[in-house]
């Protein structure tokens, strides 16, 4: 049964130039990709913005994941934000690899048909990123892939997520309050 | 006169395979750096870990930026983590110029002698990063530095540092509550 798009559902499109203003906060994130027939789901927590407009992505993936070879091969992912809702599960998909089971099946997670990329979306992620890999001359030295968001989508009912951040070891920061000051930078 | 020894203080030594705790929740921090008598601090939020141990850390300096040439020209810096009793001086130090002034003395921040590179550490910062910049073949293409943490200090009284994130346009998140969850991950 092929997935439904998920611009018919409740993402809207995010101007690419706003899409530093997702990761700049460093979130934990949901890689996806998918491969003949195969996908899979990864958190990750090393990346960095490299540039505003286009959005360039940098993210450090270790060969030891299934990921690594998903996305050197089709050089395609997606970059999925989840909520504190989601970090049982986003534990759970770091627990587990994707060359043993299926994370959207064993985790209840929905795949969602992108528009730039093969890899799916999720569903339940308040935030998606359709990527594609630019530049891999740092791959074999640093495990360091160079991304291009193509298409951004984000929920625009959720205005202040509470993402989660990696503190290492099973801890993990939740979002707080925003503060407001006046800055010149962008 | 000279600055007196951060390890005289209030800080204590971080182990090296603690450093990615620090940094791969995503907080601003403030890079320092100095040549030839002038020093700066700037806030940077684009960066991300790229290996643990010995720790190497990306990061992403705009060659407009007056910290771009004292980093590339001395190969070190520290990357100094502050709180969100900071915020204010943060922004601050982003809104102007190391080309024009000596932040340290307008902002009233407090260098101290590090010791392993020549940058100073901030004492107003919870934690601090001494790096020597180990991989300058991203630099002209993406404005990547690749560095390598050689010395890592730490306030070991403050057990939840409210780190702030970036969010963009004058709007912070600020480190809200912690959650533990049965993760095999580091």
Redo the contacts between chains.
Sequence with gaps: MPSRSLAKLTKRTLPLS?V??LL????VVLVTTARNGRRNVM?M???????FDPP?V???ISDRNYTFGLLKATKECVINTPT?EL??KV?AC??TSGARVDKFETFHLTPRVASRVKAPLIEECYASLECRVIDTS?VAK?C?F?LEVLKAWIDPALKSP?????????????????????????
């Design positions: 706003r530093y203003r700049e906060p460093g979130p958190p927590s090393w990346h960095t913005m490299i540039e360039l940098g993210c450090v504190v970090a049982a534990v770091g627990n740092m640093y360091l160079v509470r993402t989660i951040h990696h503190l290492g070891m099973g801890e993990f920061m939740v979002a707080g309050e925003k503060i407001n000051l006046p800055s010149k930078m962008k």
